[in-house]
Protein backbone atom coordinates (compact mmCIF):
# COMPACT_ATOMS: atom_id res chain seq x y z
CA UNK A 1 0.00 0.00 0.00
CA UNK A 2 1.45 3.17 -1.14
CA UNK A 3 2.15 6.21 1.85
CA UNK A 4 -0.97 8.21 -0.37
CA UNK A 5 -3.07 5.17 0.45
CA UNK A 6 -2.16 4.84 3.71
CA UNK A 7 -2.66 8.44 4.46
CA UNK A 8 -6.21 8.65 3.25
CA UNK A 9 -7.13 4.86 5.49
CA UNK A 10 -5.71 7.00 8.52
CA UNK A 11 -8.21 9.97 7.53
CA UNK A 12 -10.82 7.07 7.48
CA UNK A 13 -9.80 5.80 10.66
CA UNK A 14 -9.69 2.06 9.49
CA UNK A 15 -7.16 0.23 7.67
CA UNK A 16 -8.21 -2.74 5.01
CA UNK A 17 -7.47 -6.33 7.10
CA UNK A 18 -6.43 -9.27 4.98
CA UNK A 19 -8.90 -11.67 7.31
CA UNK A 20 -11.82 -9.68 6.41
CA UNK A 21 -11.29 -10.69 2.83
CA UNK A 22 -10.73 -7.07 2.07
CA UNK A 23 -13.49 -5.14 4.24
CA UNK A 24 -12.23 -3.08 7.02
CA UNK A 25 -12.93 -4.31 10.27
CA UNK A 26 -16.10 -3.83 11.96
CA UNK A 27 -14.26 -3.33 15.18
CA UNK A 28 -11.41 -0.65 13.54
CA UNK A 29 -15.22 1.33 12.52
CA UNK A 30 -17.05 1.19 15.67
CA UNK A 31 -13.45 2.63 17.36
CA UNK A 32 -13.47 5.50 15.03
CA UNK A 33 -15.12 9.20 14.73
CA UNK A 34 -17.55 8.36 12.19
CA UNK A 35 -19.27 5.35 14.16
CA UNK A 36 -20.41 8.38 16.17
CA UNK A 37 -21.81 10.06 13.25
CA UNK A 38 -23.67 6.93 12.03
CA UNK A 39 -27.39 6.57 11.21
CA UNK A 40 -28.97 4.25 12.73
CA UNK A 41 -30.71 1.31 10.44
CA UNK A 42 -34.22 0.67 10.12
CA UNK A 43 -34.27 -3.26 10.81
CA UNK A 44 -38.20 -3.13 10.42
CA UNK A 45 -37.37 -2.76 6.71
CA UNK A 46 -36.90 -5.48 4.07
CA UNK A 47 -33.83 -5.61 2.32
CA UNK A 48 -34.46 -4.67 -1.23
CA UNK A 49 -32.17 -4.51 -4.30
CA UNK A 50 -31.52 -1.58 -5.57
CA UNK A 51 -28.44 -0.20 -8.01
CA UNK A 52 -25.81 2.20 -6.31
CA UNK A 53 -24.74 4.63 -9.21
CA UNK A 54 -21.49 5.91 -8.19
CA UNK A 55 -18.46 7.67 -9.60
CA UNK A 56 -14.49 7.54 -8.31
CA UNK A 57 -11.05 8.64 -9.42
CA UNK A 58 -9.16 5.70 -9.20
CA UNK A 59 -5.37 6.94 -8.70
CA UNK A 60 -5.17 6.16 -4.95
CA UNK A 61 -6.99 2.66 -5.24
CA UNK A 62 -6.10 -0.62 -5.78
CA UNK A 63 -9.36 -1.01 -8.29
CA UNK A 64 -12.74 -1.73 -7.55
CA UNK A 65 -13.05 -4.89 -6.52
CA UNK A 66 -12.65 -6.19 -2.73
CA UNK A 67 -8.78 -7.41 -2.12
CA UNK A 68 -7.14 -8.63 0.91
CA UNK A 69 -4.82 -6.21 2.62
CA UNK A 70 -5.77 -3.54 -0.37
CA UNK A 71 -7.81 0.46 -0.17
CA UNK A 72 -9.77 -0.47 -3.11
CA UNK A 73 -13.39 1.52 -4.08
CA UNK A 74 -15.47 -1.34 -2.72
CA UNK A 75 -14.29 -1.41 0.71
CA UNK A 76 -14.94 1.97 1.17
CA UNK A 77 -18.23 2.29 -0.48
CA UNK A 78 -19.85 -1.04 2.17
CA UNK A 79 -18.09 1.04 5.39
CA UNK A 80 -20.04 4.25 4.03
CA UNK A 81 -23.33 1.76 3.42
CA UNK A 82 -23.14 0.72 7.08
CA UNK A 83 -22.54 3.68 8.46
CA UNK A 84 -25.30 5.76 6.56
CA UNK A 85 -27.56 2.82 8.17
CA UNK A 86 -28.30 1.22 4.69
CA UNK A 87 -26.90 -2.26 5.53
CA UNK A 88 -26.70 -3.67 8.63
CA UNK A 89 -23.53 -4.84 10.57
CA UNK A 90 -24.59 -8.69 10.71
CA UNK A 91 -23.85 -8.38 7.27
CA UNK A 92 -21.51 -6.39 6.97
CA UNK A 93 -18.20 -8.26 5.36
CA UNK A 94 -20.64 -10.95 3.86
CA UNK A 95 -21.13 -9.69 0.51
CA UNK A 96 -23.10 -12.77 -0.61
CA UNK A 97 -25.86 -12.30 1.92
CA UNK A 98 -25.74 -8.92 0.24
CA UNK A 99 -26.55 -10.38 -3.02
CA UNK A 100 -23.48 -7.91 -4.10
CA UNK A 101 -22.43 -7.99 -7.88
CA UNK A 102 -20.63 -5.54 -9.52
CA UNK A 103 -21.49 -4.77 -13.40
CA UNK A 104 -18.06 -4.01 -14.26
CA UNK A 105 -13.77 -4.15 -12.77
CA UNK A 106 -11.75 -1.60 -13.23
CA UNK A 107 -7.84 -1.87 -12.43
CA UNK A 108 -5.49 -0.65 -10.04
CA UNK A 109 -5.53 3.28 -11.14
CA UNK A 110 -8.38 3.23 -13.65
CA UNK A 111 -10.99 5.74 -12.70
CA UNK A 112 -15.12 5.33 -13.56
CA UNK A 113 -18.17 7.71 -14.05
CA UNK A 114 -20.84 5.07 -14.22
CA UNK A 115 -20.11 2.38 -12.23
CA UNK A 116 -22.83 0.33 -10.62
CA UNK A 117 -22.42 -2.50 -8.05
CA UNK A 118 -26.23 -3.97 -7.15
CA UNK A 119 -27.30 -5.09 -3.13
CA UNK A 120 -29.80 -5.60 -1.08
CA UNK A 121 -30.21 -2.33 1.19
CA UNK A 122 -32.27 -1.34 4.16
CA UNK A 123 -33.84 1.89 1.91
CA UNK A 124 -37.80 3.12 1.32
CA UNK A 125 -38.42 3.76 -1.83
CA UNK A 126 -38.78 8.23 -2.10
CA UNK A 127 -36.60 10.81 -2.44
CA UNK A 128 -33.23 9.93 -2.77
CA UNK A 129 -31.75 13.39 -2.47
CA UNK A 130 -30.97 12.54 1.90
CA UNK A 131 -29.58 9.40 1.24
CA UNK A 132 -27.37 9.92 -1.52
CA UNK A 133 -26.23 12.85 0.79
CA UNK A 134 -26.23 10.71 3.65
CA UNK A 135 -23.86 8.33 2.43
CA UNK A 136 -20.97 10.70 0.64
CA UNK A 137 -20.61 11.85 4.01
CA UNK A 138 -19.13 9.05 5.12
CA UNK A 139 -16.77 8.65 1.41
CA UNK A 140 -13.63 10.85 0.66
CA UNK A 141 -14.23 13.47 -1.83
CA UNK A 142 -12.93 11.29 -4.84
CA UNK A 143 -15.98 8.77 -4.72
CA UNK A 144 -19.07 9.87 -5.36
CA UNK A 145 -22.69 7.86 -5.30
CA UNK A 146 -25.32 9.73 -7.51
CA UNK A 147 -28.36 7.83 -7.34
CA UNK A 148 -30.08 4.57 -5.85
CA UNK A 149 -32.16 2.60 -8.44
CA UNK A 150 -34.96 -0.01 -7.64
CA UNK A 151 -33.95 -3.26 -9.27
CA UNK A 152 -35.69 -6.51 -9.43
CA UNK A 153 -34.52 -9.44 -6.74
CA UNK A 154 -32.53 -11.70 -9.18
CA UNK A 155 -31.22 -8.57 -10.76
CA UNK A 156 -27.45 -9.06 -11.63
CA UNK A 157 -25.48 -6.14 -12.15
CA UNK A 158 -22.75 -8.16 -14.42
CA UNK A 159 -25.19 -10.28 -16.54
CA UNK A 160 -27.56 -7.13 -16.87
CA UNK A 161 -25.10 -4.84 -18.39
CA UNK A 162 -24.77 -5.21 -22.24
CA UNK A 163 -22.18 -3.25 -22.63
CA UNK A 164 -19.13 -1.69 -21.26
CA UNK A 165 -17.81 1.96 -22.40
CA UNK A 166 -14.85 3.31 -21.70
CA UNK A 167 -12.84 6.12 -22.50
CA UNK A 168 -8.92 7.45 -22.82
CA UNK A 169 -7.81 10.64 -22.62
CA UNK A 170 -4.37 11.29 -23.81
CA UNK A 171 -1.96 14.46 -24.91
CA UNK A 172 -1.39 14.80 -28.62
CA UNK A 173 1.83 14.91 -28.23
CA UNK A 174 2.33 11.26 -27.66
CA UNK A 175 1.27 11.46 -30.67
CA UNK A 176 4.50 13.02 -32.34
CA UNK A 177 6.69 11.56 -34.86
CA UNK A 178 8.90 9.02 -32.82
CA UNK A 179 12.12 9.76 -34.30
CA UNK A 180 11.75 13.33 -33.98
CA UNK A 181 11.05 12.29 -30.41
CA UNK A 182 13.40 10.02 -29.65
CA UNK A 183 15.66 12.96 -31.12
CA UNK A 184 14.90 14.94 -28.59
CA UNK A 185 15.11 13.31 -25.85
CA UNK A 186 18.82 12.58 -26.93
CA UNK A 187 19.31 16.24 -27.36
CA UNK A 188 18.01 16.92 -23.43
CA UNK A 189 19.66 13.81 -21.76
CA UNK A 190 23.10 14.01 -23.62
CA UNK A 191 23.60 17.60 -25.21
CA UNK A 192 23.68 19.03 -28.21
CA UNK A 193 25.39 17.50 -31.14
CA UNK A 194 25.26 13.27 -29.89
CA UNK A 195 24.71 11.12 -32.53
CA UNK A 196 25.01 7.96 -30.59
CA UNK A 197 22.20 5.94 -29.95
CA UNK A 198 21.30 5.92 -26.60
CA UNK A 199 19.97 1.90 -27.25
CA UNK A 200 23.72 1.13 -28.59
CA UNK A 201 25.65 -1.59 -27.30
CA UNK A 202 29.02 -1.92 -26.89
CA UNK A 203 29.57 -3.23 -30.48
CA UNK A 204 27.58 -1.01 -32.06
CA UNK A 205 24.37 -2.85 -32.43
CA UNK A 206 21.22 -1.49 -31.00
CA UNK A 207 19.09 -3.71 -28.61
CA UNK A 208 15.84 -4.37 -29.15
CA UNK A 209 13.87 -6.77 -27.23
CA UNK A 210 11.69 -9.43 -27.29
CA UNK A 211 9.49 -10.59 -24.33
CA UNK A 212 8.68 -8.24 -21.58
CA UNK A 213 11.26 -11.31 -19.65
CA UNK A 214 14.21 -10.21 -21.98
CA UNK A 215 13.55 -6.55 -21.41
CA UNK A 216 13.23 -6.72 -17.69
CA UNK A 217 16.36 -8.72 -17.32
CA UNK A 218 18.29 -6.64 -19.94
CA UNK A 219 17.26 -3.72 -17.82
CA UNK A 220 18.37 -5.41 -14.45
CA UNK A 221 21.86 -6.53 -15.55
CA UNK A 222 22.58 -2.47 -17.21
CA UNK A 223 21.52 -0.58 -13.81
CA UNK A 224 24.15 -3.30 -11.93
CA UNK A 225 26.78 -2.77 -14.50
CA UNK A 226 26.75 -6.57 -15.65
CA UNK A 227 26.26 -5.71 -19.15
CA UNK A 228 28.05 -4.58 -22.07
CA UNK A 229 24.92 -2.03 -22.93
CA UNK A 230 26.76 1.52 -23.55
CA UNK A 231 26.99 3.60 -20.64
CA UNK A 232 24.55 5.95 -22.56
CA UNK A 233 22.16 3.99 -22.45
CA UNK A 234 22.74 3.14 -18.50
CA UNK A 235 21.61 7.25 -18.52
CA UNK A 236 18.37 6.91 -19.84
CA UNK A 237 17.35 3.87 -17.45
CA UNK A 238 16.48 6.12 -14.82
CA UNK A 239 16.13 9.88 -15.44
CA UNK A 240 15.41 12.98 -12.58
CA UNK A 241 11.98 14.35 -13.26
CA UNK A 242 13.26 17.56 -13.87
CA UNK A 243 14.63 16.01 -17.06
CA UNK A 244 10.88 14.80 -18.37
CA UNK A 245 10.09 18.61 -17.15
CA UNK A 246 13.01 20.08 -19.35
CA UNK A 247 11.49 17.56 -22.57
CA UNK A 248 8.37 19.36 -22.06
CA UNK A 249 9.91 22.70 -22.53
CA UNK A 250 12.91 22.10 -24.73
CA UNK A 251 10.35 20.50 -26.80
CA UNK A 252 7.73 23.10 -26.43
CA UNK A 253 5.35 19.74 -26.17
CA UNK A 254 2.64 22.09 -24.35
CA UNK A 255 2.10 23.73 -27.78
CA UNK A 256 2.08 20.56 -29.48
CA UNK A 257 -1.21 20.52 -31.99
CA UNK A 258 -1.86 17.40 -33.82
CA UNK A 259 -2.35 17.62 -37.43
CA UNK A 260 -5.56 16.25 -39.40
CA UNK A 261 -3.15 13.63 -41.23
CA UNK A 262 -2.30 12.34 -37.51
CA UNK A 263 -5.66 12.40 -36.56
CA UNK A 264 -6.98 10.86 -39.47
CA UNK A 265 -4.35 8.03 -39.15
CA UNK A 266 -5.20 7.26 -35.14
CA UNK A 267 -8.59 6.94 -35.94
CA UNK A 268 -7.81 4.40 -39.18
CA UNK A 269 -5.37 2.37 -36.69
CA UNK A 270 -8.58 2.63 -33.89
CA UNK A 271 -10.94 1.43 -36.61
CA UNK A 272 -8.53 -1.49 -37.03
CA UNK A 273 -10.60 -3.31 -33.51
CA UNK A 274 -13.80 -3.01 -34.33
CA UNK A 275 -16.01 -6.60 -35.08
CA UNK A 276 -14.49 -9.98 -33.47
CA UNK A 277 -11.01 -10.93 -32.70
CA UNK A 278 -8.43 -12.44 -30.58
CA UNK A 279 -7.18 -10.18 -28.20
CA UNK A 280 -4.60 -12.83 -26.47
CA UNK A 281 -1.93 -10.69 -27.25
CA UNK A 282 -3.56 -7.73 -25.66
CA UNK A 283 -3.47 -9.76 -22.49
CA UNK A 284 -1.63 -11.77 -20.07
CA UNK A 285 -2.35 -15.83 -19.60
CA UNK A 286 -3.75 -16.29 -22.75
CA UNK A 287 -3.42 -18.66 -25.60
CA UNK A 288 -5.00 -17.71 -29.67
CA UNK A 289 -6.74 -20.97 -28.89
CA UNK A 290 -8.37 -19.77 -25.51
CA UNK A 291 -12.53 -18.94 -26.19
CA UNK A 292 -12.44 -16.40 -23.91
CA UNK A 293 -9.93 -14.69 -25.96
CA UNK A 294 -12.17 -13.16 -28.21
CA UNK A 295 -13.77 -9.94 -27.88
CA UNK A 296 -16.19 -7.82 -29.78
CA UNK A 297 -15.70 -4.02 -30.31
CA UNK A 298 -18.82 -2.09 -31.15
CA UNK A 299 -16.75 1.17 -32.28
CA UNK A 300 -13.58 2.93 -31.94
CA UNK A 301 -13.19 6.65 -32.31
CA UNK A 302 -10.73 9.93 -31.61
CA UNK A 303 -12.86 12.87 -31.00
CA UNK A 304 -11.71 16.11 -31.82
CA UNK A 305 -8.72 17.29 -29.90
CA UNK A 306 -9.16 19.89 -27.33
CA UNK A 307 -6.92 22.27 -25.34
CA UNK A 308 -6.85 22.64 -21.83
CA UNK A 309 -7.21 26.20 -20.54
CA UNK A 310 -5.33 25.93 -17.55
CA UNK A 311 -2.19 23.95 -18.69
CA UNK A 312 -2.07 24.78 -22.52
CA UNK A 313 -1.76 21.24 -23.56
CA UNK A 314 -4.05 19.83 -26.39
CA UNK A 315 -5.80 16.47 -25.50
CA UNK A 316 -7.61 14.25 -27.44
CA UNK A 317 -10.69 11.43 -25.66
CA UNK A 318 -10.42 7.90 -27.13
CA UNK A 319 -13.64 6.14 -27.16
CA UNK A 320 -14.21 2.60 -26.75
CA UNK A 321 -17.62 0.58 -26.55
CA UNK A 322 -17.61 -3.35 -26.34
CA UNK A 323 -19.42 -5.60 -24.58
CA UNK A 324 -16.75 -7.15 -22.15
CA UNK A 325 -12.46 -6.05 -21.81
CA UNK A 326 -9.89 -8.30 -21.08
CA UNK A 327 -7.14 -7.26 -18.41
CA UNK A 328 -5.14 -3.93 -19.78
CA UNK A 329 -7.03 -4.70 -23.04
CA UNK A 330 -7.95 -0.85 -23.78
CA UNK A 331 -4.69 0.20 -22.68
CA UNK A 332 -2.48 -2.11 -24.94
CA UNK A 333 -4.84 -1.15 -27.52
CA UNK A 334 -4.38 2.55 -27.13
CA UNK A 335 -0.67 1.43 -27.47
CA UNK A 336 -0.61 -0.14 -30.56
CA UNK A 337 -2.76 2.45 -31.67
CA UNK A 338 -0.24 4.97 -31.00
CA UNK A 339 2.76 2.91 -32.07
CA UNK A 340 1.13 2.63 -35.79
CA UNK A 341 0.47 7.11 -35.07
CA UNK A 342 4.20 7.67 -34.55
CA UNK A 343 5.21 5.83 -37.46
CA UNK A 344 6.64 3.06 -35.11
CA UNK A 345 4.78 0.40 -36.67
CA UNK A 346 2.79 -0.59 -39.52
CA UNK A 347 -1.07 -0.70 -39.90
CA UNK A 348 -0.58 -4.24 -40.82
CA UNK A 349 1.73 -4.50 -37.82
CA UNK A 350 -1.27 -4.22 -35.49
CA UNK A 351 -3.63 -6.83 -37.45
CA UNK A 352 -1.01 -9.29 -36.58
CA UNK A 353 -1.59 -8.72 -33.22
CA UNK A 354 -5.13 -10.86 -33.73
CA UNK A 355 -3.29 -13.68 -35.47
CA UNK A 356 -1.84 -16.77 -34.05
CA UNK A 357 1.54 -16.51 -32.05
CA UNK A 358 2.78 -14.36 -29.34
CA UNK A 359 3.83 -11.00 -29.69
CA UNK A 360 4.90 -8.92 -26.72
CA UNK A 361 3.04 -4.93 -26.79
CA UNK A 362 3.56 -2.34 -25.00
CA UNK A 363 0.93 -0.93 -22.64
CA UNK A 364 0.44 2.91 -22.27
CA UNK A 365 -0.32 4.40 -18.71
CA UNK A 366 -3.59 3.64 -16.45
CA UNK A 367 -3.73 7.46 -15.60
CA UNK A 368 -6.20 8.46 -18.45
CA UNK A 369 -8.21 5.37 -18.80
CA UNK A 370 -11.92 5.40 -17.57
CA UNK A 371 -15.11 3.45 -17.40
CA UNK A 372 -17.61 6.22 -18.91
CA UNK A 373 -20.85 4.44 -19.24
CA UNK A 374 -22.50 0.98 -18.45
CA UNK A 375 -24.90 0.04 -21.24
CA UNK A 376 -28.02 -1.84 -19.67
CA UNK A 377 -30.14 -2.12 -23.14
CA UNK A 378 -31.98 -5.18 -22.86
CA UNK A 379 -33.17 -4.57 -19.31
CA UNK A 380 -33.77 -1.02 -19.79
CA UNK A 381 -36.02 -2.18 -22.76
CA UNK A 382 -38.04 -5.19 -20.48
CA UNK A 383 -38.29 -2.65 -17.22
CA UNK A 384 -39.86 -0.28 -19.70
CA UNK A 385 -42.42 -3.32 -20.93
CA UNK A 386 -43.21 -4.10 -17.67
CA UNK A 387 -43.89 -0.69 -16.12
CA UNK A 388 -46.16 0.20 -18.97
CA UNK A 389 -47.80 -3.73 -18.40
CA UNK A 390 -48.74 -2.78 -14.54
CA UNK A 391 -49.59 0.99 -15.48
CA UNK A 392 -52.35 -0.16 -17.51
CA UNK A 393 -53.68 -2.92 -15.23
CA UNK A 394 -53.54 -0.60 -12.51
CA UNK A 395 -55.45 1.76 -14.62
CA UNK A 396 -58.01 -0.53 -15.61
CA UNK A 397 -58.73 -1.57 -11.45
CA UNK A 398 -58.71 2.22 -10.92
CA UNK A 399 -61.61 2.96 -13.44
CA UNK A 400 -63.70 -0.22 -12.45
CA UNK A 401 -63.28 0.53 -8.41
CA UNK A 402 -64.90 4.33 -9.64
CA UNK A 403 -67.54 2.92 -11.77
CA UNK A 404 -68.99 -0.17 -10.68
CA UNK A 405 -71.72 -0.61 -13.07
CA UNK A 406 -73.57 -3.57 -13.06
CA UNK A 407 -73.52 -5.74 -16.90
CA UNK A 408 -77.24 -6.05 -17.67
CA UNK A 409 -77.80 -9.46 -18.92
CA UNK A 410 -81.21 -11.03 -19.71
CA UNK A 411 -81.90 -14.78 -18.45
CA UNK A 412 -81.83 -17.17 -21.36
CA UNK A 413 -80.13 -14.14 -23.78
CA UNK A 414 -76.40 -15.69 -23.05
CA UNK A 415 -75.82 -18.86 -21.65
CA UNK A 416 -72.16 -18.75 -22.32
CA UNK A 417 -69.10 -18.87 -19.15
CA UNK A 418 -69.03 -14.88 -19.07
CA UNK A 419 -73.09 -14.80 -20.05
CA UNK A 420 -73.55 -16.86 -16.41
CA UNK A 421 -71.22 -15.00 -14.52
CA UNK A 422 -72.47 -11.36 -14.93
CA UNK A 423 -75.87 -13.00 -14.65
CA UNK A 424 -75.03 -14.38 -11.07
CA UNK A 425 -73.52 -10.98 -10.31
CA UNK A 426 -76.86 -9.07 -10.87
CA UNK A 427 -78.89 -11.79 -9.31
CA UNK A 428 -76.67 -12.58 -6.34
CA UNK A 429 -74.87 -16.72 -5.70
CA UNK A 430 -77.92 -17.78 -4.54
CA UNK A 431 -80.17 -16.30 -7.39
CA UNK A 432 -82.13 -13.96 -5.46
CA UNK A 433 -82.33 -10.37 -7.05
CA UNK A 434 -79.80 -7.81 -4.62
CA UNK A 435 -81.43 -4.88 -6.76
CA UNK A 436 -84.67 -6.34 -5.04
CA UNK A 437 -82.73 -6.86 -1.92
CA UNK A 438 -81.71 -3.16 -1.94
CA UNK A 439 -77.75 -4.07 -2.34
CA UNK A 440 -75.18 -2.56 -4.25
CA UNK A 441 -74.07 -5.57 -7.56
CA UNK A 442 -71.71 -7.51 -6.42
CA UNK A 443 -68.18 -6.27 -7.76
CA UNK A 444 -64.89 -8.74 -7.31
CA UNK A 445 -62.48 -7.12 -5.35
CA UNK A 446 -59.08 -6.67 -7.08
CA UNK A 447 -55.88 -6.69 -5.36
CA UNK A 448 -53.63 -4.03 -5.51
CA UNK A 449 -50.36 -4.05 -3.97
CA UNK A 450 -48.11 -1.34 -2.39
CA UNK A 451 -45.50 0.76 -4.04
CA UNK A 452 -43.06 -1.91 -2.15
CA UNK A 453 -42.01 -2.46 0.78
CA UNK A 454 -42.74 -6.14 1.08
CA UNK A 455 -42.37 -7.73 -2.64
CA UNK A 456 -39.24 -6.54 -4.19
CA UNK A 457 -41.00 -6.94 -7.83
CA UNK A 458 -44.14 -5.32 -7.31
CA UNK A 459 -42.36 -1.54 -7.06
CA UNK A 460 -41.97 0.55 -10.23
CA UNK A 461 -38.36 0.05 -11.60
CA UNK A 462 -35.68 2.91 -13.19
CA UNK A 463 -33.75 2.11 -16.12
CA UNK A 464 -30.05 1.61 -15.66
CA UNK A 465 -29.31 5.00 -17.73
CA UNK A 466 -27.75 7.78 -15.69
CA UNK A 467 -26.36 9.38 -18.33
CA UNK A 468 -29.39 10.37 -19.61
CA UNK A 469 -31.42 11.57 -17.27
CA UNK A 470 -31.50 15.21 -16.87
CA UNK A 471 -31.99 15.03 -12.55
CA UNK A 472 -28.39 13.59 -12.63
CA UNK A 473 -25.95 14.23 -16.10
CA UNK A 474 -24.91 17.54 -14.72
CA UNK A 475 -23.67 16.10 -11.24
CA UNK A 476 -21.79 13.58 -13.24
CA UNK A 477 -20.33 15.61 -15.62
CA UNK A 478 -19.42 17.77 -13.08
CA UNK A 479 -17.75 15.07 -11.16
CA UNK A 480 -15.72 14.30 -14.54
CA UNK A 481 -14.43 17.53 -15.18
CA UNK A 482 -13.97 18.62 -11.62
CA UNK A 483 -12.34 15.48 -9.96
CA UNK A 484 -11.60 12.87 -13.19
CA UNK A 485 -9.88 15.03 -16.18
CA UNK A 486 -8.71 17.81 -13.81
CA UNK A 487 -6.72 14.96 -12.09
CA UNK A 488 -5.50 13.25 -15.25
CA UNK A 489 -4.55 16.93 -16.37
CA UNK A 490 -2.75 18.07 -13.48
CA UNK A 491 -0.71 14.40 -13.06
CA UNK A 492 0.53 14.55 -16.59
CA UNK A 493 1.87 18.45 -16.32
CA UNK A 494 3.79 17.24 -12.86
CA UNK A 495 4.67 13.55 -13.58
CA UNK A 496 4.71 13.85 -17.47
CA UNK A 497 3.79 10.03 -17.30
CA UNK A 498 2.59 9.96 -20.78
CA UNK A 499 6.05 10.84 -21.65
CA UNK A 500 7.63 8.57 -19.32
CA UNK A 501 5.81 5.97 -21.50
CA UNK A 502 7.45 7.33 -24.51
CA UNK A 503 10.45 7.07 -22.91
CA UNK A 504 10.59 3.49 -21.80
CA UNK A 505 9.05 1.84 -24.74
CA UNK A 506 11.95 3.84 -26.66
CA UNK A 507 14.68 3.19 -24.94
CA UNK A 508 14.56 0.95 -22.15
CA UNK A 509 12.11 -1.85 -23.00
CA UNK A 510 11.71 -1.39 -26.91
CA UNK A 511 9.68 -3.99 -28.83
CA UNK A 512 10.50 -5.79 -31.87
CA UNK A 513 7.21 -6.91 -32.54
CA UNK A 514 7.50 -10.35 -34.04
CA UNK A 515 4.95 -12.89 -33.61
CA UNK A 516 6.60 -15.95 -31.81
CA UNK A 517 5.32 -19.35 -30.98
CA UNK A 518 3.05 -19.61 -28.25
CA UNK A 519 4.80 -23.13 -27.36
Known amino acids: MSTEQKQLATDMSVMPHPSTGGSFRLQDIKESTD ?98 ANINQFLPDDIRVFHFSRVSKNFNAKNACFGRRYHYVLPTYACSDKKEMERLMTKCVLGEGVTVDPRANADGSIYKGGTKADNAAAAAAVSEGKSETSQVAKIFMDLEPEKYQEIVEDGKLKDYRISQEKLELLRSALKQYQGTHRYHNFTYHKSSSDASSSRYIISFIAEEPFVDPVSGVEWVCLQVEGQSFLLNQIRKMVAMALEVTRGGIAMATLVNAFAPGKMDLPIAPGIGLYLNELLFTKYNKNVKFENEKAANIKKKAALKAAAPTAVAVIAGEDESESGQCAKKQRLGVDGSSSAAAGTAPFIAPVALTDAGDNDDDTAEKETLDWMNKPYLRPTILKFKEEAVWSHIFREEVVNCDMLRYLHYTSFIAPRDFAVRSEK
Open 35 to 132: WQKRIEPNLELKGKKYAIAFAYCGSKYQGLQVNPDALTVEALLERALLLSGLIDETKFGDFHSLSWTRAARTDKGVHALGQCCAAKLLLRDGDMTTVV
